[in-house]
């Protein structure tokens, strides 16, 4: 199995930054699409971005894209989400997520029923 680790949680005010992080390991060979989901209270888990291991090809959901970015290092089996511009709307709990396939639109990239794999989470909250 994959195991994943998140990082880079906590507390900022509306308008500003913080850098997620998740640390990949075991089977690490088996990831070819690592994503970021968030969940609120109320709401289902939904999509934030994704990223292919070997080209870096990323894609992001309307409500993030200008703001968030989603990168990977291959060398530390590890992906990084930059947020810049938060909103209170981005509060949630953040997980990243490995998925064996090459996703891309059509092929469910933003579905978390195609990720096999989740790490703990780690809390976002923006203040207004």
């Known amino acids: 199995q994959v195991q994943l680790r998140e990082s880079g949680g906590g507390l900022v005010q509306a308008g500003g930054s913080l850098r997620l992080s998740c640390a990949a390991s075991g089977r690490t060979f088996a990831s070819s699409t690592m994503g970021w989901f968030r969940h609120a209270p109320g709401k289902e888990r939904g999509f934030v971005a994704s990223?292919?291991?070997?080209?870096?090809?990323?894609y992001y959901a309307d409500s993030v894209k200008g703001r968030f970015t989603m990168s990977r290092d291959n060398a530390k089996n590890a992906v990084y989400l930059q947020m810049n511009s938060l909103k209170p709307e981005d509060t949630a709990v953040y997980y990243c997520a490995s998925s064996p396939h090459v996703l891309d639109y059509g092929s469910g990239y933003d579905q978390p029923r195609v990720y096999n794999y989740w790490g703990q989470g780690t809390q976002v909250t923006v203040s207004s």
């Open positions: 990223i292919r291991w070997s080209s870096g090809s990323t």
